[in-house]
């Protein structure tokens, strides 16, 4: 099925670990994003993306890193794992055109908690 | 600052009654506004889409209202049903230095009960 895949679903990380959340995009969408959601906050922009080789900082960006090196995929980094960074992460993308009004497609999210 | 402000924060009703979901916002310039449908454990859908020059757009049983003048919106459940339990996110994007980042509100928690 087309849509948003991220991977993995749950992942637990020891403080001052790294890894990466995997996102993945099969709609050709030149716009993709990351966000965090928090209990009793609205969903945070950490970076995002409007096509090949072009990132830009979001609303949260510290801590964490991206690259776009393909259209489909724009994974996110976390370089050293903090307890601040238990969160829902959640890829989303989009069409992207100057004017335009696209609605976002979420992936189902990644569950991280860092202890 | 740009923010939304989404009313109640949760809401309970019947299966089968109607319901209006709030969205005040402060976002300016504004470029358009979305209603999204969050199922607990999963990433949100989207429901509608408008810009600053439409009044209505509905989707099913949903059905969003924007007042630009005033700066909000409101999503209107018609004939709720149980699957319609859920958090509903306003979301409003409005150019920002060039860049394209959406500002959120906290969502209403929507109950259905039997």
């Known amino acids: 099925n087309a849509g948003v895949t991220q991977t993995p679903k749950f992942q637990v990380l020891k403080t001052g670990q790294s890894m990466t959340l995997q996102c993945a995009q099969d709609m050709n969408h030149e716009y993709m994003s990351w966000y965090r959601q928090d209990p009793g906050m609205g969903l945070r922009l950490i970076h995002y993306s409007v096509g090949a080789g072009i990132t830009d900082q979001g609303e949260v960006p510290n801590g964490y890193n991206v690259s776009r090196s393909t259209t489909e995929d724009f994974p996110l980094r976390l370089l050293s794992a903090a307890p601040s960074q238990t969160s829902v992460y959640f890829c989303?993308?989009?069409?992207?055109?100057?004017?335009?009004?696209?609605?976002?497609?979420f992936g189902s999210g990644t569950r991280l908690t860092v202890v | 600052k740009n923010q939304v402000e989404q009313s109640p924060q949760s809401l309970i009703i019947l299966e089968g009654k109607n319901c209006t979901l709030q969205?005040?916002?402060?976002?300016?310039?504004?470029?358009?506004l979305r209603w999204y449908k969050q199922d607990t454990g999963r990433g949100p859908v989207s429901l509608t889409i408008?810009?600053?020059?439409?009044n209505t757009k509905s989707n099913g049983r949903y059905t969003a209202t924007l007042d630009a003048d005033t700066k909000q919106s409101s999503l209107h459940i018609t004939a709720s049903q149980l699957s319609d339990s859920a958090s509903y996110i306003c979301?409003?994007?409005?150019?920002?230095?060039?860049?394209?980042?959406?500002?959120f509100g906290r969502g209403t928690s929507l109950i259905v009960h039997p």
């Open positions: 979301v409003v994007r409005g150019p920002s230095g060039g860049s394209y980042i959406p500002t």
């Open positions: 408008m810009t600053f020059s439409e």
């Open positions: 989303a993308s989009s069409y992207f055109a100057e004017g335009a009004n696209y609605g976002y497609t």
């Open positions: 969205c005040n916002y402060t976002v300016s310039p504004f470029s358009n």
